[in-house]
C-alpha cells in the first residue's frame, strides 16, 4: 500500500533547526513531485515547498525563503526538510505530499513547535 511517513518534528526554539524527513512506498517515487505542507490551528493549509521529480526545480514562498530546503534522494526514496532559523510563526503540523497530474498521496504530519 501507499505510505508516506515523516519523522523528525519536535519542540526547538526560535533560532534553532530541524530536519524532517518523509519515507515513501508503494508507489513509483520519481513520477511524482514532492511537497511540504503545514497547518497552524485555525489557519489554513499552506504549502511549504515543492521539489521537481528529479531535484531540478524547487519552489518556496515567501514566509519560509531563504530559510527551508526542500531536497529528495531518489535511491532512497526520502524527502527531506531543512528548516533553518526557526519562528514561532513556523509551529504547525507538517505534512509531505507526492503528486502526479490530479493523484495527490498525504503523510499523517509531525508536530513543529518553535517556543521559548
Known amino acids: 500500500q501507499v505510505q508516506l511517513v515523516e519523522s523528525g518534528g519536535g519542540l526547538v526554539q526560535p533560532g534553532g533547526s530541524l530536519r524532517l524527513s518523509c519515507a515513501a512506498s508503494?508507489?513509483?517515487?520519481?513520477?511524482?513531485?514532492m511537497s511540504w505542507y503545514r497547518q497552524a490551528p485555525g489557519k489554513e493549509r499552506e504549502l511549504v515547498a515543492t521539489?521537481?521529480?528529479?531535484?531540478?526545480?524547487?519552489n518556496y514562498p515567501d514566509s519560509v525563503k531563504g530559510r527551508f530546503t526542500i531536497s529528495r534522494d531518489n535511491a532512497k526514496n526520502m524527502v527531506y526538510l531543512q528548516m533553518n532559523s526557526l519562528k514561532p510563526e513556523d509551529t504547525a503540523v507538517y505534512y509531505c505530499?507526492?503528486?502526479?497530474?490530479?493523484?495527490?498521496?498525504w503523510g499523517q504530519g509531525t508536530q513543529v513547535t518553535v517556543s521559548s
Open positions: 508503494g508507489f513509483t517515487f520519481t513520477n511524482y513531485a
Open positions: 505530499n507526492g503528486r502526479r497530474y490530479d493523484n495527490h498521496y
Open positions: 521539489i521537481s521529480r528529479y531535484g531540478g526545480t524547487t
